[in-house]
């Protein structure tokens, strides 16, 4: 039998975005929808224009995305709208002869359980228990390399090419995202952001947030961190956190990487 998602009430989710204070335009773009179980942050790449255009495309695309009667319905529905972003960008880059591209983060939520969904550096934080974890793993030319071990976590930080990208939205012909999922639980609190936020804020940081301020105060508490601490790129952060409801358990597809098959219509933001 087919199951609705959770009631939109179920969870708290605090947002905001900011320019910072180099950049001279805001080129990340996000979505709230917690009435069908999504959030998302998407970063552009490409300079002022290309890159607003960018994250709003992919943005717009998740606009088609309804309401799922199970979750793998709602997984291939996300699938199919990055799909369809993906088209679009690949066209706009033929036709103006630029680059450009956007990172993206996804939450989903069905019932008992959650996905998570991103390609960039985008990042997506599970709080637990008093733990933070990083759950996406940042698809960068130095991350490559650490997992190689050709490379150390703090030689990473430091490196002049930490911020070369190699999976985004708009970028190949078929997109890559990385889809990790599992049971959710009362209190779980996730935290989905632009790089502009984990370029000055460590994870401990993030933790001490979100676990003493409610999920609005935390994002307002992070962003005056990152602005104290220079905000030399666009700063976004969604918050949100979980509160247990009555549900029946469902299940994702396994994790794996989708390469995609399908192209959706997609809507104005």
């Not at 039998?1 to 001279?24: L, Q, W, Y």
């Not at 991103?118 to 709080?127: A, E």
Request: with cysteine.
């Amino acid at each position: 039998m087919n199951e609705a998602p959770r009631e939109a009430s179920d969870f708290e989710t605090g947002c905001i975005s900011h320019t910072g204070k180099v950049r001279k335009a805001n080129e990340d773009n996000f979505i709230l929808r917690p009435e069908i179980g999504l959030w998302a942050v998407a970063d552009g790449m490409g300079g002022h224009e290309n890159g607003a255009l960018a994250s709003a495309t992919v943005v717009a695309a998740l606009e088609a995305v309804g309401a799922a009667g199970s979750a793998p319905d709602l997984l291939a529905m996300l699938e199919d709208s990055v799909l369809g972003a993906n088209e679009t960008l690949r066209e706009e880059i033929r036709k103006r002869g630029a680059t450009m591209g956007a990172t993206l983060v996804v939450l989903l939520v069905h019932r008992r359980h959650f996905a998570c969904v991103w390609s960039g550096d985008s990042r997506i934080y599970l709080v637990r228990s008093g733990q933070i974890t990083q759950i996406s793993r940042d698809h960068t030319e130095v991350q490559d390399m650490v997992d190689r071990g050709l490379l150390t976590a703090e030689e990473a930080k430091r490196s002049p090419r930490r911020h070369v990208i190699t999976h985004a939205i708009g970028v190949h012909e078929t997109p890559e995202l990385d889809i990790e999922s599992g049971e959710i639980a009362d209190g779980d609190t996730f935290l989905l952001c632009s790089d502009g936020l984990t370029e000055h804020v460590a994870d401990t940081e993030i933790l001490r947030a979100v676990e003493a301020e409610s999920a609005q105060a935390a994002c307002d508490a992070l962003l005056a961190l990152t602005l104290e601490r220079g905000a030399r790129d666009n700063v976004t952060i969604i918050i949100v956190r979980y509160r247990q409801g009555q549900a029946e358990r469902t299940r994702w597809m396994p994790n794996r990487r989708m390469a995609g098959s399908s192209t959706p219509g997609s809507n104005t933001p």
